[in-house]
């Protein structure tokens, strides 16, 4: 088989064409504000794709996805032995122009939202929510997919004409789905899903779940034993890098990005680690 080709750097993953299969390697960057910061995050990529792992395996009896092994084949453990554990092998497919984003908890843009509105996205709420308290029912808040800058939110009228309502339909309802299910068996193991995005891609005639799936740098997690609504909450997912440099004077959000302390990779390690710990029932490698 030939050599794997790049085709795309993200601010996380490249991506490969090898044969006729993708291939989504991990790497330890750290981006915030849209920024990929200096400093690498050691073990970060193995973290997320071992949880993607958790969760797809889990999944393979209730939905279609992309996956194929995240086990290397035997030219890429002699070819690419670092890529061992941050590897996901894909079928291919054509991305949907959208992000499914599902929120079940008022935090973030959303809170932020119903404090302007009283609503999220449009959708209307009940009066006198605090930040952090649990919606009613879990919300579809679908988004645009930028390929540069901020993801921006979409109406489901926009969504509708965006997807088509046959394919918008199909979303919604495997995005809420999936968003229940998984954070039931969250909770079980102390860990809220406050809110997260789906990917999903078009495969010949069939919609495939595709991309990383649930983890901290695509879902905010929460510790169950310390939730509190009424005011923002501690976080595994990069909220502690994010907070440290909001609170910097000297920096204007555009790259580069500052460097982080030792402190802040090994804090921001740790949490990655916890979640990982915490989901899957595994030992992290650290």
Known sequence: MAEPRLIHSGKVRDVYAYGEELLLVASDRLSAFDVILPDLIPGKGIALTQMSRYWFEALSDEMAHHVISFELTDELKETKPEWKGRTTRCRRSEPMPMECVVRGYLAGSGWKDYEQSGSVQGHALPLGMKESDRLPEPLFTPSTKAKEGHDEPLTEEQARRLVGDRDYELLRDRSLWIYRWAHERARERGIIIADTKFEFGRCGAEILLIDELLTPDSSRFWPLDDYEPGRAQASYDKQY???????????????????????????????????YERITGGRVWW
């Open 241 to 275: 890098v994010r907070d440290y440099l909001l609170g910097l004077k000297d920096w204007n959000r555009q790259p580069p990005g500052p460097s982080l302390s030792a402190e802040l990779i090994a804090g921001t390690q740790a949490r990655y680690g916890e979640a």
